[in-house]
């Protein structure tokens, strides 16, 4: 029977530190917590942690961090006490990922650490908003609302992936039988109707022909294919080690025609649903000012703001410095100055927020609505030019066999 060694904290806190015999890391795992411990670390004895599959770290998806985040926010609603309920989180979860993460961040808490320090000892899992939010939730004293909140936010995000990623299949389909239909016509077809053309010393039909030239040609096509992909790979890579480059392409993405329009839509929202809840938890304005610009991800956009906090920290309002960005919509200096006016900053930012997620949901709706149609006009283009090829070619035999 394998050994497993084993670092737990028990009920007390303390940390434990032993071997255990067990089938499998499973069952070793449930003995221990049978004896009221909670284990953190476990591998088996000879096997080292690369090949030891708990200590294989696997960041959890979206869907699964929203969900831990969702059953989290309900322990914490409950007056749990936050190691009391880690444990149970721990021991309910059925996901290893999630079990191995509530562990985890069981153990730093039981060692000293506030929640949210647990939590950034896992960056790769936990954003800086997710970090700031439950930050500001200790704050005050809420940390269930705080979760609450970004659980929220999450199922709306997984919310809205599933449905592009629904809206794609179809097309997706499409896709895969027009490149079906067009290789069996390309590997069977064409190779047996261009030889009597051949022997009887005639042209080849202009469409046949190019698909031959191509067919004879492909060795250099799928070369200048991936000179040109690994030209793109090679820009891209520099590109990311010059921030100067990656500003100016972050601009130039916000001035295409409806990608812009949707990018500024989408970060808004995310600054003002980051900036909102935190002034919601008590945080101060400048602080979250500074949180809300780590949630948008187009540099160009993060440096207008960093700009504008600058401007409020020298005294100017947060309206009129926003109102300088020409990517941020503007309707959102004018909420923001109501909300100014009235003492309803927070409230009025996550108006704002509420309402761009609704037009970036419809935006990509309606664009999910464009991609059906047309790819099926396309693929129809493109087949229904192949199958006139071919019946060209079909109609030269029939000429060929009359002389």
Not at 140 to 154: E, F, H, K, T
């Amino acid at each position: 029977m394998p050994t497993f060694r084993y670092r737990a904290y028990s009920a007390a806190g303390d940390l434990v530190e032993g071997e255990i015999a067990a089938d499998a890391m499973e069952e070793a795992e449930d003995a221990l917590w049978r004896r009221g411990l909670t284990p953190f670390e476990t591998k088996e004895v000879g096997r080292s942690a690369f090949t030891n599959p708990i200590n294989r770290r696997r960041t959890p998806n979206l869907g699964e961090l929203a969900s831990f985040t969702r059953e989290f926010a309900t322990l914490e609603q409950a007056d749990i006490p936050l190691d009391h309920g880690l444990r149970i989180l721990a021991a309910q979860i059925p996901k290893p990922v999630l079990r191995e993460l509530a562990e985890e961040i069981l153990g730093r808490v039981v060692s000293g650490a506030s929640l949210s320090e647990a939590l950034a000892g896992r960056s790769d899992v936990f954003s800086s908003e997710y970090i700031n939010v439950v930050r500001a939730g200790e704050t005050i004293g809420n940390v269930g609302q705080a979760l609450g909140d970004l659980a929220d936010m999450l199922e709306r995000r997984v919310e809205l992936r599933s449905r592009i990623t629904s809206a794609l299949v179809y097309p997706a389909m499409l896709i895969t039988l027009a490149i079906i239909s067009t290789g069996i016509v390309l590997a069977t077809l064409v190779p047996n109707i261009a030889p009597i053309f051949l022997d009887n010393n005639r042209p080849l039909p202009s469409g046949l022909k190019f698909i031959l030239d191509a067919e004879a040609n492909w060795q250099l096509l799928a070369l200048g294919l991936f000179l040109v992909v690994a030209g793109l790979f090679l820009f891209w890579r520099a590109a990311r080690q010059r921030p100067h480059w990656m500003m100016a392409i972050d601009r130039r993405a916000l001035q295409i025609p409806f990608v812009g329009a949707l990018s500024s839509q989408l970060e808004t929202a995310r600054f003002t649903h980051t900036l909102g809840s935190l002034l919601k938890a008590g945080v101060p304005l400048l602080p979250a000012l500074e949180c809300g610009r780590t949630a948008v991800s187009n540099r160009h956009l993060g440096a207008e703001i960093e700009t504008s906090i600058e401007a409020v920290r020298g005294g100017e309002s947060l309206s009129g410095a926003l109102g300088r960005i020409e990517a941020i919509p503007k309707v959102v200096p004018q909420m923001v100055s109501l909300g100014e006016e009235t003492g309803k900053l927070d409230a009025m930012l996550l108006r704002v927020a509420a309402m761009f997620e609704k037009q970036t949901e419809r935006s990509i709706e309606r664009v999910m609505g464009l991609v059906t149609p047309t790819l099926t006009i396309l693929i129809a283009v493109v087949v229904g030019g192949l199958i006139m090829t071919v019946m060209d070619a079909v109609l030269g035999i029939n000429e060929l066999a009359t002389k």
